[in-house]
């Protein structure tokens, strides 16, 4: 929400109320099928992404099922859609809130001790996709992110 709002007051044309329902919904279908990693993705290849991804639809397409009233279920059934495809400016302030709550629990991590190894390749690939958003309040904020992160001995590319 905070980046939806910033974006806008930077004069975008953003939909806060959708960024909200995204955000709220995009996790949703974990909460039939778990939370799946990103590294344990890694480890399947790239059949990964697609088992995780049709995992998600299904999950998504067995509660919308669940909303009797037709009316409703029309405004959220295209959500996970949406936010699949990345496309919206909604769908991708959503993303780049995940990847910068990924960051955020990686400075954890290695607060708590962790190893930098553990953690660095999936810094670097979150890190290359939030530069990839062009969206300036996720820069800033991943900029901060970055800072804290070497101040633990994590090096970034």
């Given at each position: 929400m905070l980046l939806a709002d910033l974006e806008a007051e930077r004069g975008s044309r953003v939909d806060v109320e959708r960024v909200v329902r995204l955000a709220l919904l995009?996790?949703?279908?974990?909460?039939?099928t778990f939370d799946i990693?990103?590294?344990y993705l890694e480890y399947l290849g790239k059949r990964g992404e697609a088992i995780k991804s049709?995992?998600?639809q299904a999950a998504w397409r067995h509660?919308?099922?669940g909303i009797d009233k037709v009316a409703v279920r029309s405004k959220y059934a295209p959500l996970q859609s949406e936010f699949d495809a990345e496309?919206?400016?909604?769908?991708q302030i959503v993303h780049a809130a995940d990847r910068l709550d990924i960051l955020l629990q990686i400075i954890e991590y290695r607060r708590k001790g962790y190893s930098g190894a553990l953690f660095?390749?999936?810094w670097n690939s979150t890190s290359k996709r939030l530069r990839g958003s062009g969206l300036p309040s996720v820069s800033y904020f991943q900029n901060i992110l970055t800072q804290v992160y070497k101040k633990y001995?994590?090096?970034?590319?």
């Open positions: 995009h996790d949703l279908p974990e909460s039939l990693s990103k590294v049709e995992l998600d509660l919308i099922k496309r919206s400016l909604e769908s660095a390749g999936l001995g994590g090096s970034s590319s």
